[in-house]
């Protein structure tokens, strides 16, 4: 019961810190993201490192605030046509990875290089797509397009626990996440198109958006979501770790709770730079 | 004699087939690059193998491939300002690959992971920068420009190599590359300043350079050099390799030729979109 009450307690402020956070975007979500990109760096440093894995970790935590502050639009978008303000992070980061093996190289400098490199590109570089769908294509449209991955992955969830519940037969990835079925991830995908065709319809996202592109968005966002999922799952499993570690009271980890939105707001902003606001 | 001769033979007909490529840059250059990554690649992945570590063959030749297209500058820079054509293609590389490993993980599916991304930065993202720099600002001045880096490694070696050779003493990074002395870079770095800033105070770089500019630029461009080819000893010797293959008759392979410029031409392009046309 205590574990329950805690759970639904984190839950609640964890919803109502997130609403405020994205709300005063300009101000708050850097900040957010910088700290959520430490936590969950973090946990996944302890994850390597707790399967012998050497992993370069204060480096890795300046190499990722660095890959998120070059998300903040106030920079514009790079320096020149064909290169953002992200890709010239992650060459220097990159390059300063590569320094720092070269001047010590220890044991295994090639597997501490490539657990590093991974790491920012799966915790950092993603988040850095929340910050940049924030503002896209201005901050105030940018607020509802960054809530439609968080409600649509909510609604896979929800429509995954039931659908699964009560019809779950086929395994989905065995190996990966046995508890996860074929009927489950079906369901996810169906309530999430209802609730983001519903959402996408009646608001002021109809005037952008087709019915078309309403219906292909929620599959796309419904499946990053389940995929994002599976993905950490794998990572969990080849760490041999359980949780991602235990930064939520009640929750686990932060990587668990972050693992779908992780991909679910990438393909958000993807969709829209790419298919909706449509090709350079 | 027999190799010195194929050593010669394979390098004047190299210098003359790069000229070439790189003039005829909109029609030559991108299956040139198509061919080298995918040939780089076959390497990086042979020594892999060799050391049991599995990495996604095909699905790497093919992002990879993905990655060269997507710096084509016909696309424009990308689809919208705050991303470009190149982290799109990564995006979804990097979904495609984890897809791979959820339906079918194996024993070590977060190894292969791992090294299948960081190969891809390695090599193809790396090797975008050459088609990048090639159209900076222009076909015209492109093509100046990417020679830069070329003379600038070519001195850098050579410097390199007398310097090291008459007052070679201190060690530069006895663990990773043992030959390397402290004055042989020294002397590299020099005589790579000396060429680079005449080269760019005689042409017409001049009127878009100032001998600051030069300077700061013949530094960078050295030090990358020397960089790539440390690091690409240092993945060599952390995979129990001697040479990267056998893909150039009579040099080894194509990665220990390709190693400095890997990194001196996305340094010239960053230092060209960064400093010179500046910041956004």
Do not use: N
């Amino acid at each position: 019961m205590e574990s329950l009450r805690t759970r639904v307690l984190t839950s609640v402020v964890g919803f109502l810190v997130v609403l405020l956070v994205l709300w005063f975007g300009r101000v708050l979500l850097l900040p957010a993201l910088l700290l959520l990109s430490t936590v969950a760096l973090r946990e996944y440093v302890g994850m390597c490192e707790r399967q012998d894995l050497d992993v370069r970790r204060k480096s890795l935590y300046v190499g990722g605030a660095a890959l998120i502050v070059a998300a903040y639009p106030a920079f514009g978008g790079g320096p020149w046509d064909g290169i953002s303000w992200r890709e010239v992070a992650l060459a220097f980061v990159l390059g300063y990875f590569l320094i720092l093996e070269v001047i010590s190289p220890g044991e295994r400098p090639l597997e501490r290089l490539v657990y590093s490199v991974f790491g920012l590109l799966y915790i950092p570089w993603l988040l850095g797509f929340f910050l940049l769908l924030r503002f896209l294509p201005d901050a105030e449209s940018g607020f509802a397009f960054l809530l439609l991955p968080l409600i649509a992955t909510f609604a896979t969830d929800v429509g995954g626990f039931f659908f699964g519940q009560f019809f779950g037969r086929r395994k989905l990835a065995p190996e990966v996440s046995p508890g996860k079925t074929v009927e489950g991830a079906v369901g996810g995908l169906l309530l999430s198109f209802v609730v983001v065709f519903a959402l996408t319809r009646l608001t002021f996202v109809s005037e952008v958006w087709s019915a078309y592109d309403a219906l292909l968005f929620a599959v796309l966002v419904s499946s990053a979501s389940q995929l994002g999922d599976l993905a950490e799952s794998l990572i969990k499993r080849s760490l041999k770790a359980k949780d991602s570690g235990s930064s939520l009271p009640g929750h686990g980890g932060l990587l668990d709770r972050l693992d779908s939105l992780l991909f679910a707001v990438p393909i958000t902003y993807l969709f829209l730079t790419v298919v909706v606001y449509g090709g350079g």
